[in-house]
Protein backbone atom coordinates (compact mmCIF):
# COMPACT_ATOMS: atom_id res chain seq x y z
CA UNK A 1 0.00 0.00 0.00
CA UNK A 2 1.78 3.48 -0.80
CA UNK A 3 1.83 5.67 2.62
CA UNK A 4 -0.02 8.74 2.85
CA UNK A 5 1.53 11.50 3.12
CA UNK A 6 0.08 13.72 6.59
CA UNK A 7 -1.69 17.00 5.95
CA UNK A 8 -0.77 20.81 7.30
CA UNK A 9 -4.03 22.12 7.47
CA UNK A 10 -4.10 26.06 7.23
CA UNK A 11 -6.89 28.50 7.92
CA UNK A 12 -7.37 32.13 7.52
CA UNK A 13 -10.19 33.96 5.76
CA UNK A 14 -8.50 36.63 3.84
CA UNK A 15 -7.59 35.09 0.70
CA UNK A 16 -4.11 36.67 0.22
CA UNK A 17 -2.85 35.47 3.63
CA UNK A 18 -4.05 31.79 2.93
CA UNK A 19 -2.30 32.08 0.02
CA UNK A 20 1.04 33.68 1.63
CA UNK A 21 0.86 30.49 4.32
CA UNK A 22 0.54 27.77 2.11
CA UNK A 23 3.31 29.21 -0.15
CA UNK A 24 5.57 29.39 2.59
CA UNK A 25 4.39 25.94 4.25
CA UNK A 26 4.87 23.97 0.76
CA UNK A 27 8.50 25.56 -0.22
CA UNK A 28 9.53 23.72 3.17
CA UNK A 29 7.18 20.78 3.73
CA UNK A 30 6.14 19.72 -0.23
CA UNK A 31 7.95 16.56 -0.23
CA UNK A 32 6.71 14.77 3.64
CA UNK A 33 3.22 16.97 3.94
CA UNK A 34 0.42 17.61 1.71
CA UNK A 35 -0.18 21.51 2.47
CA UNK A 36 -4.19 22.30 1.94
CA UNK A 37 -6.24 25.65 3.04
CA UNK A 38 -9.04 26.17 4.05
CA UNK A 39 -10.65 30.26 3.91
CA UNK A 40 -13.00 29.74 7.20
CA UNK A 41 -13.60 27.83 10.36
CA UNK A 42 -16.70 26.19 8.83
CA UNK A 43 -14.97 24.62 5.79
CA UNK A 44 -12.15 24.15 7.46
CA UNK A 45 -13.83 21.49 10.34
CA UNK A 46 -15.52 19.92 7.24
CA UNK A 47 -12.13 18.91 5.51
CA UNK A 48 -11.35 17.49 8.92
CA UNK A 49 -14.13 15.97 8.94
CA UNK A 50 -12.97 14.10 5.09
CA UNK A 51 -9.78 13.50 5.87
CA UNK A 52 -10.71 11.62 8.95
CA UNK A 53 -13.50 9.76 7.20
CA UNK A 54 -10.39 9.14 3.91
CA UNK A 55 -7.92 8.08 7.39
CA UNK A 56 -5.51 10.53 6.12
CA UNK A 57 -3.30 11.72 9.14
CA UNK A 58 -3.46 15.69 10.19
CA UNK A 59 -0.03 16.63 11.67
CA UNK A 60 -0.37 20.45 12.15
CA UNK A 61 -3.64 22.59 11.80
CA UNK A 62 -2.31 26.29 11.53
CA UNK A 63 -5.66 28.35 12.15
CA UNK A 64 -6.53 32.30 12.20
CA UNK A 65 -7.72 33.32 15.52
CA UNK A 66 -9.93 35.96 14.46
CA UNK A 67 -11.97 34.58 11.29
CA UNK A 68 -16.07 35.17 11.12
CA UNK A 69 -18.16 32.69 12.56
CA UNK A 70 -16.25 29.93 13.75
CA UNK A 71 -13.02 31.32 15.16
CA UNK A 72 -9.55 29.69 15.25
CA UNK A 73 -9.78 28.48 19.34
CA UNK A 74 -13.50 27.07 18.57
CA UNK A 75 -12.29 25.20 15.07
CA UNK A 76 -9.31 23.97 17.20
CA UNK A 77 -11.56 22.51 20.09
CA UNK A 78 -13.54 20.99 17.01
CA UNK A 79 -10.19 19.49 15.54
CA UNK A 80 -8.65 18.30 18.46
CA UNK A 81 -11.88 15.66 18.33
CA UNK A 82 -11.12 14.10 15.50
CA UNK A 83 -7.34 14.53 15.66
CA UNK A 84 -6.00 14.83 19.41
CA UNK A 85 -2.34 13.84 18.63
CA UNK A 86 -2.18 16.67 15.38
CA UNK A 87 0.03 19.70 16.57
CA UNK A 88 -1.99 23.07 16.82
CA UNK A 89 -0.65 26.29 16.18
CA UNK A 90 -2.67 29.97 15.86
CA UNK A 91 -2.15 32.69 13.60
CA UNK A 92 -2.53 35.84 15.69
CA UNK A 93 -2.46 39.49 15.38
CA UNK A 94 -1.11 41.58 18.08
CA UNK A 95 -4.60 42.85 19.34
CA UNK A 96 -5.19 38.65 19.90
CA UNK A 97 -2.47 37.64 22.51
CA UNK A 98 -4.72 37.19 25.19
CA UNK A 99 -7.12 34.68 23.08
CA UNK A 100 -4.34 32.73 22.33
CA UNK A 101 -3.01 32.62 25.72
CA UNK A 102 -6.04 31.53 27.11
CA UNK A 103 -6.39 29.18 24.38
CA UNK A 104 -3.44 26.82 25.48
CA UNK A 105 -5.16 25.90 28.14
CA UNK A 106 -8.58 25.37 26.24
CA UNK A 107 -7.66 23.68 23.25
CA UNK A 108 -3.72 22.70 24.16
CA UNK A 109 -2.60 25.09 22.33
CA UNK A 110 0.93 24.17 21.34
CA UNK A 111 2.21 27.34 19.51
CA UNK A 112 1.11 31.03 18.48
CA UNK A 113 2.70 33.05 16.18
CA UNK A 114 2.55 36.60 15.29
CA UNK A 115 1.58 38.47 12.09
CA UNK A 116 3.44 38.70 9.49
CA UNK A 117 5.42 35.35 10.39
CA UNK A 118 8.28 37.11 7.99
CA UNK A 119 11.13 35.96 6.97
CA UNK A 120 9.65 32.48 7.73
CA UNK A 121 13.43 30.98 8.09
CA UNK A 122 13.65 32.83 11.12
CA UNK A 123 9.72 33.05 12.04
CA UNK A 124 7.68 30.01 10.64
CA UNK A 125 10.04 27.05 10.13
CA UNK A 126 12.38 26.85 13.17
CA UNK A 127 8.65 26.61 15.27
CA UNK A 128 7.18 24.06 13.18
CA UNK A 129 9.83 22.13 12.62
CA UNK A 130 9.91 21.59 16.05
CA UNK A 131 6.28 20.24 16.16
CA UNK A 132 6.49 18.55 13.21
CA UNK A 133 9.36 16.14 14.20
CA UNK A 134 7.62 15.71 17.72
CA UNK A 135 4.68 14.71 15.93
CA UNK A 136 6.49 12.42 13.59
CA UNK A 137 8.54 10.37 16.24
CA UNK A 138 5.27 10.00 18.04
CA UNK A 139 2.62 8.89 15.41
CA UNK A 140 2.18 5.55 14.25
CA UNK A 141 1.97 5.78 10.31
CA UNK A 142 -1.60 5.69 9.16
CA UNK A 143 -3.14 2.87 7.61
CA UNK A 144 -4.58 3.38 4.16
CA UNK A 145 -6.82 0.62 3.73
CA UNK A 146 -10.56 -0.45 4.78
CA UNK A 147 -11.40 0.46 8.37
CA UNK A 148 -14.05 -0.96 10.14
CA UNK A 149 -15.43 1.22 12.84
CA UNK A 150 -18.02 -0.07 15.70
CA UNK A 151 -18.70 -1.72 18.74
CA UNK A 152 -16.50 -5.18 19.81
CA UNK A 153 -20.48 -6.33 21.13
CA UNK A 154 -22.37 -5.48 17.99
CA UNK A 155 -23.48 -8.32 15.86
CA UNK A 156 -23.61 -6.50 12.80
CA UNK A 157 -20.32 -5.35 13.36
CA UNK A 158 -18.96 -8.83 13.80
CA UNK A 159 -20.75 -10.42 10.72
CA UNK A 160 -18.90 -7.48 8.44
CA UNK A 161 -15.37 -8.65 9.89
CA UNK A 162 -16.06 -12.19 9.76
CA UNK A 163 -17.01 -11.33 5.93
CA UNK A 164 -14.15 -9.25 4.99
CA UNK A 165 -11.65 -12.41 6.29
CA UNK A 166 -13.21 -14.96 5.12
CA UNK A 167 -12.69 -12.83 1.86
CA UNK A 168 -9.64 -12.15 2.23
CA UNK A 169 -10.22 -8.21 2.40
CA UNK A 170 -7.73 -6.81 4.65
CA UNK A 171 -8.99 -4.68 7.06
CA UNK A 172 -8.36 -2.73 10.33
CA UNK A 173 -10.96 -2.83 12.88
CA UNK A 174 -11.55 0.39 15.19
CA UNK A 175 -13.41 -0.27 18.68
CA UNK A 176 -15.21 2.53 19.11
CA UNK A 177 -15.05 2.74 22.89
CA UNK A 178 -11.77 2.60 22.82
CA UNK A 179 -11.00 5.55 20.13
CA UNK A 180 -12.34 8.46 21.07
CA UNK A 181 -11.59 10.33 17.79
CA UNK A 182 -13.21 7.81 15.49
CA UNK A 183 -16.47 7.51 17.46
CA UNK A 184 -16.43 11.03 16.98
CA UNK A 185 -16.54 10.61 13.12
CA UNK A 186 -18.96 7.63 13.28
CA UNK A 187 -21.25 9.74 15.48
CA UNK A 188 -21.04 12.68 12.99
CA UNK A 189 -22.04 9.25 10.17
CA UNK A 190 -24.57 7.41 12.32
CA UNK A 191 -25.58 10.02 15.06
CA UNK A 192 -27.40 7.84 17.85
CA UNK A 193 -24.75 5.13 17.03
CA UNK A 194 -27.28 2.42 16.30
CA UNK A 195 -26.22 1.44 12.25
CA UNK A 196 -22.59 -0.08 13.35
CA UNK A 197 -20.52 -0.73 11.71
CA UNK A 198 -19.25 2.14 9.59
CA UNK A 199 -17.15 0.99 7.07
CA UNK A 200 -14.48 3.69 5.80
CA UNK A 201 -12.87 3.50 2.36
CA UNK A 202 -9.68 4.70 1.02
CA UNK A 203 -11.46 6.76 -1.35
CA UNK A 204 -13.29 8.90 1.49
CA UNK A 205 -16.84 7.22 0.66
CA UNK A 206 -18.70 5.16 3.59
CA UNK A 207 -21.21 2.38 4.18
CA UNK A 208 -23.67 2.01 7.57
CA UNK A 209 -24.45 -1.61 8.70
CA UNK A 210 -24.00 -2.71 4.95
CA UNK A 211 -25.30 -6.12 3.80
CA UNK A 212 -23.32 -9.14 2.18
CA UNK A 213 -23.92 -8.10 -1.04
CA UNK A 214 -23.66 -4.36 -0.69
CA UNK A 215 -20.33 -4.98 0.92
CA UNK A 216 -19.07 -7.24 -1.87
CA UNK A 217 -19.89 -4.95 -4.52
CA UNK A 218 -17.77 -2.19 -2.88
CA UNK A 219 -14.78 -4.02 -2.01
CA UNK A 220 -14.58 -5.20 -5.78
CA UNK A 221 -16.04 -9.06 -5.22
CA UNK A 222 -18.31 -10.02 -8.05
CA UNK A 223 -21.77 -10.55 -6.94
CA UNK A 224 -23.35 -10.87 -10.76
CA UNK A 225 -23.28 -13.26 -13.41
CA UNK A 226 -21.54 -12.09 -16.47
CA UNK A 227 -23.17 -14.69 -18.80
CA UNK A 228 -26.72 -15.91 -19.14
CA UNK A 229 -25.10 -19.40 -19.50
CA UNK A 230 -22.89 -21.62 -18.53
CA UNK A 231 -22.00 -25.11 -19.01
CA UNK A 232 -21.98 -25.81 -15.19
CA UNK A 233 -23.49 -23.81 -12.31
CA UNK A 234 -21.81 -24.75 -9.27
CA UNK A 235 -23.85 -23.89 -6.08
CA UNK A 236 -21.94 -24.04 -2.79
CA UNK A 237 -17.96 -22.44 -2.82
CA UNK A 238 -16.50 -25.11 0.34
CA UNK A 239 -14.23 -27.92 -0.54
CA UNK A 240 -16.62 -29.85 -2.67
CA UNK A 241 -17.91 -26.76 -4.92
CA UNK A 242 -14.65 -24.85 -5.25
CA UNK A 243 -12.43 -28.46 -6.48
CA UNK A 244 -15.67 -29.38 -9.00
CA UNK A 245 -15.22 -25.57 -10.20
CA UNK A 246 -11.08 -26.36 -10.65
CA UNK A 247 -11.49 -29.45 -12.48
CA UNK A 248 -14.95 -28.13 -14.66
CA UNK A 249 -12.61 -25.07 -15.47
CA UNK A 250 -9.67 -26.26 -16.26
CA UNK A 251 -11.42 -29.07 -18.82
CA UNK A 252 -12.64 -26.19 -20.61
CA UNK A 253 -16.59 -25.99 -19.37
CA UNK A 254 -18.13 -22.49 -18.86
CA UNK A 255 -18.10 -22.87 -15.28
CA UNK A 256 -19.77 -20.52 -12.64
CA UNK A 257 -19.51 -21.39 -8.85
CA UNK A 258 -22.27 -19.45 -6.78
CA UNK A 259 -21.52 -18.73 -3.12
CA UNK A 260 -23.73 -17.10 -0.72
CA UNK A 261 -21.25 -16.03 2.10
CA UNK A 262 -17.36 -16.56 0.93
CA UNK A 263 -15.22 -19.68 -0.81
CA UNK A 264 -14.63 -22.00 1.78
CA UNK A 265 -17.17 -23.37 3.21
CA UNK A 266 -17.27 -24.76 6.74
CA UNK A 267 -13.06 -26.28 6.12
CA UNK A 268 -12.85 -22.44 5.80
CA UNK A 269 -13.44 -21.42 9.19
CA UNK A 270 -11.27 -24.29 10.24
CA UNK A 271 -8.20 -22.55 12.36
CA UNK A 272 -5.56 -25.80 11.57
CA UNK A 273 -7.06 -29.01 8.85
CA UNK A 274 -4.28 -31.29 9.98
CA UNK A 275 -5.76 -34.68 7.84
CA UNK A 276 -5.64 -33.35 4.50
CA UNK A 277 -3.29 -34.90 2.21
CA UNK A 278 0.14 -32.81 1.53
CA UNK A 279 -0.04 -30.72 4.24
CA UNK A 280 2.22 -32.45 7.06
CA UNK A 281 2.20 -29.52 9.31
CA UNK A 282 -1.24 -28.20 8.51
CA UNK A 283 -3.50 -25.41 6.65
CA UNK A 284 -5.97 -23.42 8.19
CA UNK A 285 -9.24 -23.41 6.55
CA UNK A 286 -9.16 -19.50 5.23
CA UNK A 287 -5.42 -20.74 3.65
CA UNK A 288 -6.67 -23.92 2.17
CA UNK A 289 -9.61 -21.78 0.44
CA UNK A 290 -7.76 -18.92 -0.54
CA UNK A 291 -5.14 -21.35 -2.82
CA UNK A 292 -8.35 -23.03 -3.88
CA UNK A 293 -10.10 -19.84 -5.10
CA UNK A 294 -7.19 -18.48 -6.78
CA UNK A 295 -6.78 -21.67 -8.48
CA UNK A 296 -10.10 -21.87 -9.63
CA UNK A 297 -10.44 -18.65 -10.95
CA UNK A 298 -6.62 -19.19 -12.60
CA UNK A 299 -8.58 -21.84 -14.66
CA UNK A 300 -11.34 -19.13 -15.82
CA UNK A 301 -13.71 -20.32 -13.15
CA UNK A 302 -16.64 -17.12 -12.47
CA UNK A 303 -17.09 -17.01 -8.53
CA UNK A 304 -19.99 -15.09 -7.14
CA UNK A 305 -19.36 -14.32 -3.74
CA UNK A 306 -22.84 -13.17 -1.69
CA UNK A 307 -24.56 -14.50 -3.46
CA UNK A 308 -27.20 -17.37 -2.70
CA UNK A 309 -28.74 -19.79 -5.03
CA UNK A 310 -32.60 -19.95 -3.48
CA UNK A 311 -34.12 -21.73 -6.29
CA UNK A 312 -33.51 -24.39 -9.27
CA UNK A 313 -35.65 -25.60 -11.97
CA UNK A 314 -35.93 -28.00 -15.30
CA UNK A 315 -36.44 -26.42 -18.47
CA UNK A 316 -35.11 -29.47 -20.71
CA UNK A 317 -32.00 -29.09 -21.73
CA UNK A 318 -31.31 -26.75 -19.35
CA UNK A 319 -31.53 -26.33 -15.45
CA UNK A 320 -32.00 -22.39 -14.40
CA UNK A 321 -30.99 -21.66 -10.62
CA UNK A 322 -32.57 -18.22 -9.15
CA UNK A 323 -30.15 -16.21 -7.76
CA UNK A 324 -31.53 -14.04 -4.20
CA UNK A 325 -31.46 -10.70 -6.40
CA UNK A 326 -34.40 -12.49 -8.39
CA UNK A 327 -31.72 -12.64 -11.22
CA UNK A 328 -31.40 -16.56 -12.89
CA UNK A 329 -28.42 -18.34 -14.69
CA UNK A 330 -28.80 -21.19 -16.98
CA UNK A 331 -26.73 -24.47 -17.68
CA UNK A 332 -26.22 -27.42 -18.71
CA UNK A 333 -25.84 -28.97 -15.30
CA UNK A 334 -25.46 -27.87 -11.91
CA UNK A 335 -23.80 -29.33 -9.40
CA UNK A 336 -25.56 -28.49 -5.54
CA UNK A 337 -22.25 -28.48 -3.03
CA UNK A 338 -24.00 -26.63 -0.21
CA UNK A 339 -22.76 -28.61 2.35
CA UNK A 340 -23.96 -28.64 6.33
CA UNK A 341 -24.74 -25.11 8.21
CA UNK A 342 -24.16 -25.48 11.90
CA UNK A 343 -26.83 -26.53 14.85
CA UNK A 344 -28.20 -23.91 16.87
CA UNK A 345 -27.71 -24.21 20.50
CA UNK A 346 -31.15 -23.18 22.06
CA UNK A 347 -31.26 -21.62 25.84
CA UNK A 348 -32.53 -19.26 27.04
CA UNK A 349 -30.71 -15.86 26.98
CA UNK A 350 -28.73 -16.77 23.86
CA UNK A 351 -30.75 -15.06 20.90
CA UNK A 352 -29.44 -10.88 22.05
CA UNK A 353 -25.72 -12.16 22.64
CA UNK A 354 -25.10 -13.68 19.22
CA UNK A 355 -22.47 -12.16 17.83
CA UNK A 356 -21.89 -9.90 21.11
CA UNK A 357 -20.03 -13.13 22.88
CA UNK A 358 -21.59 -16.44 21.66
CA UNK A 359 -20.41 -17.39 17.91
CA UNK A 360 -21.19 -20.34 15.98
CA UNK A 361 -17.78 -22.31 14.92
CA UNK A 362 -13.94 -20.58 15.42
CA UNK A 363 -14.31 -16.78 14.76
CA UNK A 364 -11.15 -16.01 13.70
CA UNK A 365 -11.69 -12.54 13.39
CA UNK A 366 -12.53 -12.62 17.41
CA UNK A 367 -8.99 -13.84 18.40
CA UNK A 368 -7.37 -10.76 19.15
CA UNK A 369 -10.34 -9.85 21.17
CA UNK A 370 -10.04 -12.78 23.36
CA UNK A 371 -6.53 -12.09 24.28
CA UNK A 372 -6.14 -13.20 28.34
CA UNK A 373 -9.63 -13.78 28.61
CA UNK A 374 -11.73 -16.79 29.36
CA UNK A 375 -13.75 -18.54 26.86
CA UNK A 376 -15.40 -21.64 26.31
CA UNK A 377 -15.39 -24.15 23.42
CA UNK A 378 -19.30 -26.04 23.45
CA UNK A 379 -18.88 -29.35 21.55
CA UNK A 380 -16.49 -32.70 22.11
CA UNK A 381 -15.77 -33.39 18.44
CA UNK A 382 -12.89 -32.26 16.08
CA UNK A 383 -14.13 -28.74 14.89
CA UNK A 384 -14.47 -28.22 18.78
CA UNK A 385 -10.98 -29.58 19.45
CA UNK A 386 -9.49 -27.38 16.95
CA UNK A 387 -10.94 -24.33 18.06
CA UNK A 388 -9.95 -25.21 21.77
CA UNK A 389 -6.36 -25.30 20.48
CA UNK A 390 -6.70 -22.26 18.61
CA UNK A 391 -8.49 -19.59 21.02
CA UNK A 392 -5.64 -21.89 23.46
CA UNK A 393 -3.29 -19.35 21.81
CA UNK A 394 -4.82 -16.32 22.90
CA UNK A 395 -7.31 -17.06 26.10
CA UNK A 396 -6.12 -17.15 29.48
CA UNK A 397 -8.61 -20.35 29.97
CA UNK A 398 -10.16 -22.43 27.46
CA UNK A 399 -13.08 -24.39 29.24
CA UNK A 400 -14.58 -27.13 26.72
CA UNK A 401 -17.83 -27.92 27.46
CA UNK A 402 -18.65 -31.97 26.29
CA UNK A 403 -21.80 -33.43 26.87
CA UNK A 404 -20.38 -37.16 26.19
CA UNK A 405 -18.06 -38.76 28.71
CA UNK A 406 -15.22 -37.22 27.93
CA UNK A 407 -13.41 -36.53 24.43
CA UNK A 408 -12.23 -39.75 23.11
CA UNK A 409 -15.89 -41.25 21.84
CA UNK A 410 -16.00 -38.50 18.95
CA UNK A 411 -12.61 -36.80 18.92
CA UNK A 412 -9.29 -38.07 16.81
CA UNK A 413 -6.76 -39.58 18.82
CA UNK A 414 -4.29 -37.12 17.98
CA UNK A 415 -6.49 -33.76 18.65
CA UNK A 416 -7.81 -35.67 22.04
CA UNK A 417 -4.08 -36.05 23.00
CA UNK A 418 -3.03 -32.64 22.17
CA UNK A 419 -6.01 -31.11 23.92
CA UNK A 420 -4.88 -33.10 27.06
CA UNK A 421 -1.40 -31.71 27.52
CA UNK A 422 -2.28 -28.21 26.93
CA UNK A 423 -2.44 -26.81 30.10
CA UNK A 424 -4.30 -23.52 29.92
CA UNK A 425 -7.54 -26.33 28.39
CA UNK A 426 -9.97 -27.51 30.98
CA UNK A 427 -12.35 -30.59 29.53
CA UNK A 428 -15.33 -30.36 31.65
CA UNK A 429 -17.15 -33.78 30.20
CA UNK A 430 -20.69 -34.17 31.29
CA UNK A 431 -21.73 -30.73 31.47
CA UNK A 432 -23.73 -28.73 28.78
CA UNK A 433 -24.95 -25.03 28.60
CA UNK A 434 -28.47 -24.41 30.83
CA UNK A 435 -28.57 -21.08 29.78
CA UNK A 436 -26.41 -17.74 28.78
CA UNK A 437 -26.26 -14.15 30.45
CA UNK A 438 -24.51 -10.66 30.19
CA UNK A 439 -25.65 -7.50 29.95
CA UNK A 440 -25.58 -6.42 25.92
CA UNK A 441 -22.37 -8.66 25.85
CA UNK A 442 -21.64 -12.22 27.39
CA UNK A 443 -20.71 -12.12 30.75
CA UNK A 444 -21.51 -16.07 31.97
CA UNK A 445 -23.19 -19.33 31.23
CA UNK A 446 -25.03 -21.24 33.51
CA UNK A 447 -23.58 -24.89 32.75
CA UNK A 448 -25.52 -27.88 33.96
CA UNK A 449 -24.04 -31.53 34.97
CA UNK A 450 -26.13 -33.72 32.24
CA UNK A 451 -26.23 -36.53 35.32
CA UNK A 452 -27.25 -34.92 38.63
CA UNK A 453 -28.79 -31.78 36.60
CA UNK A 454 -26.85 -29.22 39.11
CA UNK A 455 -26.34 -26.02 38.12
CA UNK A 456 -23.53 -23.52 38.45
CA UNK A 457 -22.34 -20.43 37.06
CA UNK A 458 -18.90 -20.19 34.76
CA UNK A 459 -17.63 -16.78 33.91
CA UNK A 460 -16.38 -16.00 30.28
CA UNK A 461 -15.98 -13.13 27.90
CA UNK A 462 -16.67 -15.49 24.83
CA UNK A 463 -18.36 -18.73 24.20
CA UNK A 464 -17.56 -20.84 20.68
CA UNK A 465 -20.47 -23.11 19.95
CA UNK A 466 -19.38 -26.03 17.69
CA UNK A 467 -22.45 -28.82 18.31
CA UNK A 468 -22.99 -30.35 14.73
CA UNK A 469 -24.80 -29.45 11.75
CA UNK A 470 -27.61 -30.29 9.27
CA UNK A 471 -27.65 -30.70 5.58
CA UNK A 472 -28.45 -27.30 3.54
CA UNK A 473 -30.31 -28.44 1.40
CA UNK A 474 -33.63 -26.10 1.30
CA UNK A 475 -32.85 -25.14 -2.53
CA UNK A 476 -33.18 -28.80 -3.74
CA UNK A 477 -36.76 -29.08 -1.78
CA UNK A 478 -39.41 -30.23 -3.88
CA UNK A 479 -36.97 -31.06 -6.64
CA UNK A 480 -34.77 -33.42 -6.34
CA UNK A 481 -34.85 -37.25 -3.67
CA UNK A 482 -33.36 -36.10 -0.10
CA UNK A 483 -33.17 -38.18 2.37
CA UNK A 484 -35.23 -38.13 5.49
CA UNK A 485 -32.84 -35.75 7.72
CA UNK A 486 -32.67 -33.57 4.30
CA UNK A 487 -29.40 -34.59 2.36
CA UNK A 488 -29.57 -35.13 -1.24
CA UNK A 489 -29.70 -38.48 -2.43
CA UNK A 490 -27.41 -39.42 -5.67
CA UNK A 491 -26.87 -42.41 -7.96
CA UNK A 492 -28.84 -45.63 -8.61
CA UNK A 493 -30.59 -46.35 -5.93
CA UNK A 494 -30.16 -50.09 -4.94
CA UNK A 495 -33.39 -50.25 -2.96
CA UNK A 496 -35.48 -49.92 -5.69
CA UNK A 497 -35.95 -52.44 -8.00
CA UNK A 498 -33.63 -52.03 -11.40
CA UNK A 499 -31.88 -49.03 -9.30
CA UNK A 500 -33.46 -46.53 -10.63
CA UNK A 501 -34.64 -43.69 -8.26
CA UNK A 502 -38.40 -42.14 -8.07
CA UNK A 503 -39.03 -39.83 -10.62
CA UNK A 504 -36.15 -40.97 -12.69
CA UNK A 505 -37.05 -40.00 -16.45
CA UNK A 506 -34.34 -41.81 -18.36
CA UNK A 507 -33.55 -45.03 -19.96
CA UNK A 508 -30.46 -44.98 -18.93
CA UNK A 509 -28.79 -45.38 -14.93
CA UNK A 510 -28.21 -42.09 -13.03
CA UNK A 511 -24.37 -41.42 -12.89
CA UNK A 512 -22.73 -41.43 -9.81
CA UNK A 513 -23.14 -37.90 -8.34
CA UNK A 514 -26.38 -37.53 -10.41
CA UNK A 515 -29.44 -36.86 -8.30
CA UNK A 516 -32.83 -38.22 -9.72
CA UNK A 517 -32.95 -35.30 -11.88
CA UNK A 518 -30.75 -35.61 -15.15
CA UNK A 519 -28.44 -33.21 -15.19
CA UNK A 520 -28.60 -32.17 -11.41
CA UNK A 521 -25.71 -33.63 -9.26
CA UNK A 522 -24.82 -33.14 -6.05
CA UNK A 523 -21.42 -33.67 -3.89
CA UNK A 524 -19.80 -33.22 -0.27
CA UNK A 525 -21.61 -32.81 3.02
CA UNK A 526 -24.77 -32.40 1.44
CA UNK A 527 -24.83 -35.76 -0.35
CA UNK A 528 -26.58 -38.61 1.38
CA UNK A 529 -24.00 -41.24 2.98
CA UNK A 530 -21.17 -38.37 2.70
CA UNK A 531 -18.03 -38.78 4.72
CA UNK A 532 -17.83 -35.17 5.83
CA UNK A 533 -14.29 -34.53 5.69
CA UNK A 534 -12.28 -31.86 3.84
CA UNK A 535 -10.45 -34.61 1.19
CA UNK A 536 -13.93 -36.78 0.85
CA UNK A 537 -15.54 -33.53 -0.30
CA UNK A 538 -12.78 -32.52 -2.89
CA UNK A 539 -12.61 -35.68 -3.47
CA UNK A 540 -16.32 -35.57 -4.59
CA UNK A 541 -16.29 -32.72 -6.40
CA UNK A 542 -13.55 -33.51 -8.09
CA UNK A 543 -14.56 -37.06 -9.19
CA UNK A 544 -18.30 -35.59 -10.01
CA UNK A 545 -16.96 -33.98 -13.08
CA UNK A 546 -16.76 -36.94 -14.68
CA UNK A 547 -19.76 -38.12 -14.71
CA UNK A 548 -20.48 -34.37 -15.47
CA UNK A 549 -18.79 -34.74 -19.13
CA UNK A 550 -20.79 -38.07 -19.51
CA UNK A 551 -23.99 -36.48 -18.84
CA UNK A 552 -22.61 -33.28 -21.36
CA UNK A 553 -21.96 -35.62 -24.13
CA UNK A 554 -25.73 -36.67 -24.33
CA UNK A 555 -27.46 -33.47 -23.73
C1 LIG B 1 -14.82 -25.83 12.31
C2 LIG B 1 -14.70 -27.04 11.41
C3 LIG B 1 -13.49 -27.71 11.33
C4 LIG B 1 -13.34 -28.82 10.49
N1 LIG B 1 -12.13 -29.44 10.43
C5 LIG B 1 -11.95 -30.50 9.61
C6 LIG B 1 -10.67 -31.14 9.51
O1 LIG B 1 -9.72 -30.78 10.19
N2 LIG B 1 -10.56 -32.15 8.63
C7 LIG B 1 -11.58 -32.60 7.86
O2 LIG B 1 -11.37 -33.49 7.05
N3 LIG B 1 -12.81 -32.01 7.94
C8 LIG B 1 -13.02 -30.98 8.79
N4 LIG B 1 -14.25 -30.39 8.88
C9 LIG B 1 -15.34 -30.86 8.02
C10 LIG B 1 -15.18 -30.25 6.61
O3 LIG B 1 -14.92 -28.88 6.72
C11 LIG B 1 -16.41 -30.49 5.78
O4 LIG B 1 -16.59 -31.89 5.65
C12 LIG B 1 -16.26 -29.87 4.37
O5 LIG B 1 -16.06 -28.49 4.47
C13 LIG B 1 -17.49 -30.16 3.52
O6 LIG B 1 -17.33 -29.49 2.31
P1 LIG B 1 -18.57 -29.13 1.36
O7 LIG B 1 -18.00 -28.40 0.20
O8 LIG B 1 -19.34 -30.36 1.08
O9 LIG B 1 -19.54 -28.22 2.19
P2 LIG B 1 -19.29 -26.89 3.04
O10 LIG B 1 -17.89 -26.81 3.49
O11 LIG B 1 -20.37 -26.88 4.05
O12 LIG B 1 -19.53 -25.73 1.97
C14 LIG B 1 -20.81 -25.46 1.45
C15 LIG B 1 -20.82 -24.04 0.91
O13 LIG B 1 -22.04 -23.81 0.24
C16 LIG B 1 -22.50 -22.51 0.52
N5 LIG B 1 -23.97 -22.50 0.32
C17 LIG B 1 -24.90 -23.18 1.02
N6 LIG B 1 -26.13 -22.95 0.52
C18 LIG B 1 -25.97 -22.09 -0.51
C19 LIG B 1 -26.87 -21.49 -1.44
N7 LIG B 1 -28.18 -21.73 -1.40
N8 LIG B 1 -26.36 -20.65 -2.36
C20 LIG B 1 -25.02 -20.41 -2.43
N9 LIG B 1 -24.12 -20.96 -1.58
C21 LIG B 1 -24.60 -21.80 -0.65
C22 LIG B 1 -22.11 -22.32 1.98
O14 LIG B 1 -22.02 -20.93 2.30
C23 LIG B 1 -20.75 -22.99 2.02
O15 LIG B 1 -19.70 -22.10 1.72
C24 LIG B 1 -14.43 -29.28 9.73
C25 LIG B 1 -15.67 -28.62 9.81
C26 LIG B 1 -15.81 -27.51 10.66
C27 LIG B 1 -17.13 -26.79 10.76
Redesign the pocket.
Known sequence: MSPVRPVILAVDDYAEVLAAVERDLRQRYRADYRVLGATSGEDGLSAIRELKERGVPVALFLVDQRMPGMNGTDLLIEARKFYPDARKVLLTAYADTEAAIASINAVGLDHYLMKPWTPPEERLYPVLDDLLSTWTSTTRPAYDGIRVAGSRWSRQCYQVKEFLSRNNVPYQWIDIDQDAPTRELVQSISPDLSALPVVLFPDGGHLTCPNPTELADRVGLRTRATMPFYDLVV????????ANAVYGASEGLRTLM?????????????S?????LGFPSGIT?ADLAARATAQARRFGAEILTA????GLRREDPYRIVTLADGSEVSAYAVLI??????RMLEVPGIEPLLGAGVYY??ALSEAAACRDADVCVVGGA??AG??ALFFARYARKVTMLVRASGLRPSMSHYLAARIETTPNIEVLPGMQVASVEGNGHLERAIIRDVHSGRESPLDMSAMFI?IG?AP?S??AAGVVARDEKGFILTGPDPSRRGGKPEGWPLERDPFLFETNVPGVFA????RSG?N??????VGE?SAAIYTIHKYLEAV
Open positions: VGGGPAGLVEQSAPGGQAGTSRIENYGQQAVATGMSVGANSQGFARDLAGDVARRVAAAG
